[in-house]
């Protein structure tokens, strides 16, 4: 089992940048796939960035050149750097690890609010 702790949430005005980081606990060598995910207010929850432990990465459309997913393997935590940020990525962000059992963990989620 791997535990999830999600950081850096908050308020930002449009155009600016925050760093949301996921600390994961647990049995490390067993995470196949991490990612970020995300829900706004009356929407379903949606795929922002995943990271595959073999390095490889996809991105939301509407995130692509904006978001960048990143991990420090040393301190066991993955990053989603958030650039040039809009309205409408107002949400709650969720950090996910898929374990190469099947098994899925989520993080309690952290709030992000763009606006002026």
């Known amino acids: ?4 702790v999600e950081s850096g949430g908050g308020l930002v005005q449009p155009g600016g940048s ?4 996921c600390a994961a ?3 490390m060598p067993s995470i196949h796939v991490m990612g970020w995910y995300r ?3 009356g929407k ?6 995943v990271l595959t432990s073999g390095g490889s990465t996809n991105y939301a459309d509407s995130v692509k050149g ?7 393997g040393a ?3 993955v990053y989603l750097q958030m ?3 809009k309205p409408e990525d107002t949400a709650v962000y969720y950090c996910h690890a898929a374990l190469f059992s099947g098994i899925g963990s989520w993080g309690q989620g952290t709030q992000v609010t763009v606006s002026s």
């Not at 089992?1 to 999830?4: A, D, R």
């Not at 925050?18 to 980081?21: A, D, I, T």
């Not at 904006?66 to 420090?72: A, Q």
Request: net charge positive; aromatic share 4%.
């Open 1 to 4: 089992q791997v535990q999830l």
């Open 18 to 21: 925050l760093r949301l980081s």
């Open 25 to 27: 606990a647990g049995s």
């Open 39 to 41: 829900q706004a207010p």
């Open 44 to 49: 379903q929850r949606e795929l922002v960035a």
């Open 66 to 72: 904006r978001f960048t997913i990143s991990r420090d």
């Open 75 to 77: 301190k066991n935590t």
């Open 83 to 85: 650039n040039s940020l």
